[in-house]
C-alpha cells in the first residue's frame, strides 16, 4: 500500500552476482556501497527498498554444479544460501534478496517481454544470429574484439553461435537514449557517462535475445522453444524486486538507483533503458559505476589465486574497518588498489588513532575527573549540507573526509586544551572541555552510522544520556598482521 504521508522512497540495487563462486572483495564492495546509501536514507526517514540477489540461469551455474559435483538445484540452493550468509555475517541491510530461479521472478520477466511485444510488435523480430560466444561472460563478442581469436576477458576459447534467435530492435533507440542521457544526470560518474555516449554514436546494432538449444534459462513468453538470454532476464530482476507487473512497483521505480561495476555499463546504460522505454516504462532515475580495484596491484582472478574473502577480512578487523577502508580508499568512481599493507596503515591511523583514542581518552578522563560524568548539550555535526550533498553523489570518501577532518579537529583541540594538565588547576574548565569533545562525539556517531554502524553505537554508549560507560572497551584496537 502507498502511504500517503510519506513518499520520499529510495530504492537502491547491486548486481545480481552469479553463483559460480563464492563471493569476493569486489562483490562485496558494490554490496557495501549500497548498503551505506540504504542505512543513510533510512536515517533520513526515507521508505527504502535495498535489493540485491543471485544470477542463476547462467550456463557457467551449469559447469560449476558439475565441477562440485551437484545436481543445478542443489547447487543453486546451496550457493544462493552462501551469498545470503556472507551479506548477513557482513550485517548488510537489503531488504530483499532476488534468485532468478524464483516465480515471481519468471512472472515480472514475462510481463516486460509482452509488454515490449504488444507495446512495439516490429522491436521484437526473429533472425538468425551468427557470432562469437563467451559464455563465461555471457556475452558476444565482434572479430575485433577477440585477443588471439580468444575471449578477451578469460582467454579461452569462444563458441561460433549460428541459429535462429529472436531480436530487440535496439537500433531504433540510439535518438531516444541519448536525449535520456543528456537531459538528466542518469548515469554516473561524468567520466562513464561520456563513454556510453560515445558508445551510442558510434551506432547500435539489434540483439539477440534468446538462445536455441539451451538448457538453462527462463522461457520466452512469445516462443517456448527459445530460452531468454540470460542478461536480458537478469536485467529485469530490479523490476520483479519492485513487485512488478503490480502497479505498486511504481512507487519504487520513481527513484530506482542501480550501483553497479564499470564492466557492466553497457547492460544498464543502452540495453536496460532502452528495453524499459520499448514497454513504455521509465529508464532508471540512475546508473552509478563504480571502479574496479586490483590486489596489490594485480586484477583480482581465481587462476590467479589472490581473491580475498570479505568475511575472514571481516573477521580479523571488524566489519566497520572493511568498510571504511574500501570506500575510504578508493574514490567511489575510479579505479583503485587493494593492499593489505595499506589497511592495517589505515586501520591503525585514522580509526585506531584519529577516531578510536579520541573515545577512549576522553571517556577515560572524564571517568577520572568527574566521576564518569559529562555536561550534557545538543550539538549536531556542522556540516551536516556538506554530508547530504556528498552522499546525494554517492562521493563516500568526501563525506569520510569531512567528518574524519572534524575529528582530526577535536584532536587538536585536546592537545591544545590540554585537560590533563588543566585539571590541576582548573577542574571545571578540564570538565567543559571534555564535554564539548563529548557532545561533539555523540553528534558524529549520528552521521557516521550509515558508514559505521557498530562504531556509531559504541560511541552512543559510551556517551550516554550524561554518563559514560568505560565498559564499552576500545574500539578499533591494535592487530597484530
Ligand atoms: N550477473 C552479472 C550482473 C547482472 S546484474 C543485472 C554479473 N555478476 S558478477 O558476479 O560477475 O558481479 C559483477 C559485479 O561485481 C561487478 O559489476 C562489480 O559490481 C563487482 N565486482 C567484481 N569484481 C570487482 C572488482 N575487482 N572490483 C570492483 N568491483 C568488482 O556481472
Not at 153 to 181: C, G, M, P, T
Not at 401 to 426: G, H, I, M, S
Amino acid at each position: 500500500m502507498t502511504n500517503p504521508i510519506n513518499n520520499k522512497t529510495f530504492y537502491i540495487t547491486t548486481p545480481i552476482y552469479y553463483i559460480n563462486d563464492i563471493p569476493h572483495i569486489g562483490h562485496a564492495y558494490s554490496t557495501i556501497a549500497a548498503d551505506v546509501l540504504a542505512r543513510y536514507y533510512r536515517s533520513k526517514k526515507y521508505e527504502v527498498l535495498f535489493s540485491t540477489g543471485t544470477d542463476e540461469n547462467s550456463k557457467k551455474t551449469i559447469e560449476a554444479a558439475q565441477q562440485a559435483k551437484q545436481e543445478v538445484s542443489e547447487y543453486t540452493d546451496a550457493m544462493a544460501e552462501t551469498w545470503q550468509d556472507t551479506w548477513r555475517s557482513l550485517d548488510l541491510s537489503f531488504d530483499d534478496f532476488v534468485r532468478t530461479t524464483e516465480e515471481r521472478h519468471q512472472l515480472a520477466t514475462n510481463s516486460l517481454l509482452e509488454a515490449i511485444y504488444q507495446n512495439n510488435p516490429d522491436h521484437i523480430y526473429k533472425g538468425t544470429y551468427e557470432g562469437k560466444y563467451c559464455f563465461r561472460c555471457e556475452a558476444f563478442y565482434r572479430d575485433d574484439e577477440l585477443v588471439d581469436g580468444k575471449c578477451p576477458i578469460h582467454k579461452k576459447e569462444v563458441e561460433l553461435v549460428k541459429e535462429d534467435n529472436w531480436f530487440f530492435r535496439l537500433s531504433d533507440y540510439e535518438d531516444k537514449l541519448l536525449q535520456w542521457i543528456t537531459d538528466t544526470d542518469a548515469i554516473a560518474p561524468e567520466s562513464r557517462k561520456n563513454e556510453v555516449v560515445a558508445f551510442i554514436k558510434r551506432g547500435l546494432e539489434d540483439i539477440s535475445i534468446s538462445r536455441a538449444n539451451q538448457d538453462i534459462g527462463l522461457p520466452l513468453p512469445f516462443d517456448k522453444s527459445q530460452k531468454i538470454y540470460v542478461w536480458i532476464e537478469a536485467l529485469i530482476n530490479y523490476l520483479t524486486v519492485a513487485g512488478y507487473p503490480n502497479q505498486d512497483y511504481e512507487r519504487w521505480w520513481q527513484n530506482v538507483h542501480h550501483i553497479v561495476g564499470k564492466d557492466i555499463i553497457k547492460f544498464h546504460c543502452i540495453i536496460w533503458p532502452a528495453m524499459l522505454m520499448s514497454a513504455g516504462l521509465t529508464p532508471p532515475k540512475q546508473v552509478f559505476a563504480h571502479g574496479f580495484f586490483t590486489i596489490n596491484g594485480e586484477k583480482i582472478s581465481k587462476s590467479l589465486g589472490n581473491t580475498i574473502d570479505p568475511v575472514l577480512l571481516a573477521e580479523q578487523y571488524g566489519n566497520d574497518a572493511l568498510r571504511y577502508f574500501l570506500l575510504r580508499e578508493i574514490p567511489f568512481g575510479a579505479d583503485g588498489d587493494f593492499s593489505f599493507e595499506r589497511f592495517q596503515i589505515v586501520y591503525e591511523t585514522e580509526l585506531g588513532n584519529v577516531l578510536g583514542n579520541l573515545v577512549s581518552r576522553v571517556a577515560a578522563m572524564l571517568g577520572k575527573y568527574n566521576d564518569g560524568k559529562y555536561l550534557q548539550e545538543q550539538v549536531s555535526f556542522s556540516q551536516q549540507a556538506e554530508i547530504d550533498d556528498a552522499l546525494s553523489r554517492f562521493a563516500f570518501e568526501k563525506y569520510i573526509a569531512l567528518v574524519f577532518d572534524r575529528l582530526t579537529e577535536l584532536n587538536v583541540l585536546l592537545e591544545q586544551k590540554r585537560p590533563w594538565e588543566l585539571v590541576k588547576t582548573n577542574n571545571d574548565q578540564a570538565v567543559n572541555v571534555l564535554s564539548q569533545v563529548a557532545n561533539e562525539l555523540i553528534g558524529i556517531a549520528q552521521v557516521l552510522h550509515p558508514l559505521l554502524p557498530e562504531t556509531a553505537k559504541k560511541i552512543q554508549q559510551t556517551f550516554h544520556d550524561g554518563k559514560v560507560d568505560t565498559s564499552v572497551g576500545i574500539l578499533f584496537p591494535r592487530i597484530e598482521e
